[in-house]
């Protein structure tokens, strides 16, 4: 019988087929571009083999192509019945995935894997930053994704993929030391893995240590340029790090050749959040002129996401819909509401007051910003999404206290990132706090 490269059963007698399924599944979880193509041509080699059409059907998913998702996944699922019970859970839980049924998702990839730990697309599912545990809205997501990984660590040993996502996933959980060891043992043994250079790049960032990131990322890049589907969110690593040294231009000149929306074939929750998130540190960061640059991202967020429900993308379209002063907040604003009473808004109200906060940040009324944001640091965390992404709006929190006066508040939230890791920047608003401080006396 024809296996999976984790030694399970594949109901196909094709193996052929089971060798593109095998490389397909490789790709997905190196973010790697291929997959798709080896997926095809496993369906080529076996029409019957429901697999390959499942995965197919959550690539279409992550590039935003419901209609084709949806379409491949209901036809896995008829293909999958003839199947073992492994491969028709698989399919289920991968389908209520592309679905819309995340908790449905959830508590069956959790149960699934209690019995076939080594079945890692579903156990990816659970993991990322986009992943079912970030996007659940629970508070202790870390935790969570750390402890399904300590569960599961010795039946994958030294496997490149499980090494990647365990790193990830201490990093994540606080451990950052552990998370960068883990990683750079990924690494060592599968350099084509974005998701391993991503996990790095995080673990460097936790650290404080941005110089070795930014040197390995310059590094890593240029041979993967244009394999990676992570590529231009590894540039926008790249963009954070020349932040840290005060090279706003530096910042931009990344954002125009490697990030803005134009021309990128990446999913576009990652265009999406990594622009607008980038902008808007460029704007705390002083950086004038960037009307043209938030029009562009404006267009494409009306495009990718007219509507409120994925809510990572809801607080990101808050921050373009701020900057360019674009009434149309109300109307997001007002759909999240609705999702929030009908108890589909997984984070619940957090995510309307950071939208709140955000405006009134943007509107320059920077006491309702402070008391809005400030109550909702803790809740941040329930948007998903990484700690690097999530503490942009703990930056305008800083922001918003030194251009409001309220510089002690600023120094007190510096101060306790600053014990949690080295950063210049932070120590560039400290002084700055301090200035403010010493001008009332």
Partial sequence: MNRDRYDLPLTT??????????EGVDCMLSAWYGADDAFDNAIKEDPGFALP????ARIHQMNMEGSEARALAMLARQLAAPASRRERQHVEIMAATIEGKPKVALAGAE????????????????LGAFGLYAFSGRADH????????ERNARQYGEDWWFLTYWGWSQTEAGNAGTGR????RAMALRAANANAAHSLAHALFEQGDMAAGRAFLS??????????????????????????????????EVYEQQIKPAGRRYPPLNIFTDTASLLWRLALAGKAGLEPYWREVAAYGDLCFPRAGAHFADVHYALVAAATGDKILETRLAELEALETDGRLAPGPSVIGLCRGIRAFAEGDNDSAIRILEPLMPEVVRIGGSHAQRELWEDTLI??????????KAARIIAARLDRRPSARDEAWSRQAR???????
């Fill in 13 to 22: 007698a094709s193996e052929s087929a089971a060798a593109f399924y095998r």
């Fill in 53 to 56: 059409y499942i995965a197919r």
């Fill in 111 to 126: 149960q699934h894997l209690d019995e076939f730990p080594r079945d890692a697309l579903v156990l990816s599912l659970l």
């Fill in 142 to 149: 870390d935790a969570a994704r750390l402890a399904i990984c």
């Fill in 181 to 184: 060891t883990l990683t750079e």
């Fill in 219 to 252: 590094g890593w890049l240029p041979a993967h340029q244009g394999s990676s589907f992570l590529h231009g969110h590894l540039c926008w690593h790249v963009a954070l790090s020349a932040l840290e040294d005060g090279d706003v231009d530096g910042a931009l």
């Fill in 399 to 408: 922001v918003a206290c030194l251009r409001g006066g309220y510089v002690d």
């Fill in 435 to 441: 200035r403010g401080s010493e001008k009332r006396f």
